[in-house]
T-cell receptor, first 113, second 114 residues
């Protein structure tokens, strides 16, 4: 089992460019999440999905969109990147009935210039 | 609303010394509690979890944590720290509702001196 995979690992964008971060899990989990991690600010939830076909906003959704393509895949899109979106992005998955025990991907380090 | 506080932003210990990282939570019912570890450049990995039952839980890499309901705490301990334990540690409180969302503390960075 690969667990949670993310692509790409690194990305540099210019302001205004768009991109999609991909995430996939092979644990048959219903719930998936996107977080961003910035120095001194811990993990902040951007969007989450309780099941295929549903998505909900987290703490910091502005400037992002998501798609739960199927049970395995949950993508995060930046339509018009801004320097404030420079961060490390983590995808995670869990089964809600297990109290939210989460499994994380390795992260995508994004720089917006 | 649930919340997690990790009072120590940064802790330095000598290799071989004992370690305790503090975590306080706020939650309306019996909480689901977790400790995760993040090594540099990597994602978070689950160290241990508390759902119910025995209040002292054992995890990977020789870590343990104790749930104290009266103090709303879930402190992480290790009797003898190794240089490879240098990392960032996150405490989290979870839920079996609302898509299993967890609330994370801001993390504690552990430095290990030789």
């Amino acid at each position: 089992n690969a667990g949670v995979t993310q692509t790409p690992k690194f990305q540099v964008l210019k302001t205004g460019q768009s991109m999609t971060l991909q995430c996939a899990q092979d644990m048959n989990h219903n719930s998936m999440y996107w977080y961003r991690q910035d120095p001194g600010m811990g993990l902040r939830l951007i969007y989450y999905s309780a099941s295929e076909g549903t998505t909900d906003k987290g703490e910091v959704p502005n400037g992002y969109n998501v798609s739960r393509l199927n049970k395995r895949e949950f993508s995060l899109r930046l339509e018009s990147a801004a320097p404030s979106q420079t961060s490390v992005y983590f995808c995670a998955s869990s089964e809600a009935h297990r109290g939210g025990e989460q499994y994380f991907g390795p992260g995508t380090r994004l720089t917006v210039t | 609303a649930q919340s997690v506080t990790q009072p120590d932003i940064h802790i330095t210990v000598s290799e071989g010394a004992s370690l305790e990282l503090r975590c306080n939570y706020s939650y309306g019912a019996t909480p689901y509690l977790f400790w995760y570890v993040q090594s540099p450049g990597q994602g978070l990995q689950l160290l241990l979890k508390y759902f119910s039952g025995d209040t002292l839980v054992q995890g990977i890499k020789g870590f343990e944590a104790e749930f104290k309901r009266s103090q709303s705490s879930f402190n992480l301990r290790k009797p003898s720290v190794h240089w490879s334990d240098a990392a960032e540690y996150f405490c989290a409180v979870g839920s079996n509702t609302n898509a299993g969302k967890s609330t994370f503390g801001d993390g504690t960075t552990l430095t290990v001196k030789p």
